[in-house]
T-cell receptor
Framework: GENVEQHPSTLSVQEGDSAVIKCTYS??????FPWYKQELGKGPQLIID?????GEKKDQRIAVTLNKTAKHFSLHITETQPEDSAVYFC?????????FGKGTMLLVSP | KAGVTQTPRYLIKTRGQQVTLSCSPI?????VSWYQQTPGQGLQFLFE???????NKGNFPGRFSGRQFSNSRSEMNVSTLELGDSALYLC?????????????FGSGTQLSVL
């Protein structure tokens, strides 16, 4: 990818609420879009990924949607729990390097 | 199965020194990538190795170098350290043919340059 914009930079929700994080990319060649979760003191962990030939993918409480026309993709977390608190990174990849967004700090209050 | 192991966990160096960081990938993973993470720039790609060959390199100066051994373990070296090199250095391994996919990250080496 070339450039990935991620919003919001911080997100506070109550336990049980839904959380949505949005990313916009610029590289038309991008065809792979992963999401990583980074907890304090740890490296990023892949939580879900999607390819450009798929519009939506779901894994339990986590889902990702992709709009290729608008060049944006989103992470949706339902029924949030305190252990979901972390920094979340989106990324995109085409034919070269993986480009990460700046991250979203998600805080889930009990 | 053991995860990606990075050593050392913390490192303090002074300007002008050099440093070597080590990474052991998940068993069976032949691709190893290195990233630099800072609060200002976020996660930035340094380089990637596969079967002892560097396949891709990010936009970093030549002071940053790396290598991979026949057992897939990798090292990265930073020479003539600058204050701006202070960062968390992350290693990631992948089983995929496309080295950008399904990365498994280690916990990183926190480098402080004084």
């Amino acid at each position: 990818g070339e450039n990935v914009e991620q919003h919001p930079s911080t997100l506070s929700v109550q336990e049980g609420d839904s959380a949505v994080i949005k990313c916009t990319y610029s590289d038309s060649a991008s065809n792979y879009f992963p999401w990583y979760k980074q907890e304090l003191g740890k490296g990023p962990q892949l939580i879900i990924d999607i390819r450009s030939n798929v519009g939506e993918k779901k894994d339990q409480r986590i889902a990702v949607t992709l709009n290729k026309t608008a060049k944006h993709f989103s992470l949706h977390i339902t029924e949030t729990q305190p252990e979901d608190s972390a920094v979340y990174f989106c990324a995109d990849s085409g034919y070269s390097t993986l480009t990460f967004g700046k991250g979203t700090m998600l805080l889930v209050s009990p | 199965k053991a995860g990606v192991t990075q050593t050392p966990r913390y490192l303090i160096k002074t300007r002008g020194q050099q440093v070597t960081l080590s990474c052991s990938p998940i068993s069976g993973h032949r691709s190893v990538s290195w990233y630099q993470q800072t609060p200002g720039q976020g996660l930035q790609f340094l380089f990637e190795y596969f079967s002892e060959t560097q396949r891709n390199k990010g936009n970093f100066p030549g002071r940053f170098s790396g290598r991979q051994f026949s057992n897939s373990r990798s090292e990265m070296n930073v020479s003539t350290l600058e204050l701006g090199d202070s960062a968390l250095y992350l290693c990631a391994s992948s089983l995929e043919q496309n080295y950008n996919e399904k990365l498994f990250f280690g916990s990183g080496t926190q480098l402080s340059v004084l």
